[in-house]
C-alpha cells in the first residue's frame, strides 16, 4: 500500500500563488518511485473530480487541463519520492480540494479511475 500525503494549500488572493506538496511513501516494501505514474486532480464543491496535471515516470512529459495551462507546473523528485504543484496567477475558480495521485499503469492519466492510490487531499481556497 502507497501513501501520499499533501501539503502546501492555503487560502490566497487571486493573482497569488500556491506550492502544493505530495510525499509518498510504503510501510511494508521498498517504494521505487519511479515505478509510479503520479498527477494532480482536484475537486470543487458540487463538482466531479477534475485532472490538473501530470507528469511521467521519467519526468520528459508533463500535461496540463487547458484551464491551468501556463499557469501551473508540475514536477517530481524521484530521489525523494515528492512531486510538487506550483500554481500561479490564481483564480478563484482554482478553489478546491487537490488531490495527488499515482498507479503503476494510469493508461488514461486524466481519469481518475486508473489511479490507485490517493492522498487525503489539501483545501487550496482562491479570493477575488
Known amino acids: 500500500q502507497v501513501q501520499l500525503v499533501e501539503s502546501g494549500g492555503g487560502m490566497v488572493q487571486a493573482g497569488g500563488s500556491l506550492r502544493l506538496s505530495c510525499a509518498a511513501s510504503?510501510?511494508?516494501?521498498?517504494?521505487?518511485?519511479?515505478?509510479?505514474?503520479v498527477a494532480w486532480f482536484r475537486q470543487a464543491p458540487g463538482k466531479e473530480r477534475e485532472f490538473v496535471a501530470a507528469?511521467?515516470?521519467?519526468?520528459?512529459?508533463?500535461k496540463y487541463a487547458d484551464s491551468v495551462k501556463g499557469r501551473f507546473t508540475v514536477s517530481r523528485d524521484n530521489a525523494r519520492n515528492t512531486m510538487n504543484l506550483r500554481m500561479n496567477s490564481l483564480k478563484p475558480e482554482d478553489t478546491a480540494v487537490y488531490y495527488c495521485a499515482a498507479d503503476t499503469t494510469a493508461p488514461a492519466y486524466y481519469v481518475p479511475s486508473s489511479y490507485e492510490f490517493w492522498g487525503q487531499g489539501t483545501q487550496v481556497t482562491v479570493s477575488s
Open positions: 507528469i511521467s515516470r521519467d519526468l520528459q512529459f508533463t
Open positions: 510504503a510501510r511494508t516494501f521498498n517504494l521505487i518511485f519511479t515505478d509510479y505514474s
